[in-house]
Nanobody, 124 residues
Framework: QVQLVESGGDLVQAGGSVRLSCAAS????????MGWFRQASGKERVFVAG????????DYGDPVKGRFTIARDNIKNTLYLQMNSLKPEDTAVYYC?????????????????WGQGTQVTVSS
């Protein structure tokens, strides 16, 4: 079992930056691919960014490419999402998740463990 806890959500102005963290416990998350997802009010949860177990492979959803960066520290068992040039449409609850098959895919399907989420609100 892997327990995931997100933090770093905030209320920021458009154009600002936020860094989210996802701390893993229970067992090492180094074998898992990790992902960030978001769910805006009244909408489905969508993929934001993914990273392989080694960190060498990353992928991003089109709305965040060039603005967000996913990274991980396998020593600290922590996943990060650096969010720059934020827009009001980035407002959502952000979740991290882990998958055992170490596949980076633009999908919410196949993830084995999920955190509880952290709120990011971007004001215009």
């Amino acid at each position: 079992q892997v327990q995931l806890v997100e933090s770093g959500g905030d209320l920021v102005q458009a154009g600002g930056s936020v860094r989210l963290s996802c701390a893993a416990s229970g067992r090492s998350f180094s074998p898992y691919a990790m992902g960030w997802f978001r769910q805006a009010s009244g909408k489905e949860r969508v993929f934001v960014a993914g990273i392989s177990s080694s960190g060498r492979v990353t992928d991003y959803g089109d709305p965040v490419k060039g603005r967000f960066t996913i990274a991980r520290d396998n020593i600290k068992n922590t996943l990060y999402l650096q969010m720059n040039s934020l827009k009001p449409e980035d407002t959502a609850v952000y979740y991290c998740a882990a998958r055992r098959d170490n596949v980076v895919k633009l999908t919410t399907v196949g993830y084995d463990y999920w955190g509880q989420g952290t709120q990011v609100t971007v004001s215009s």
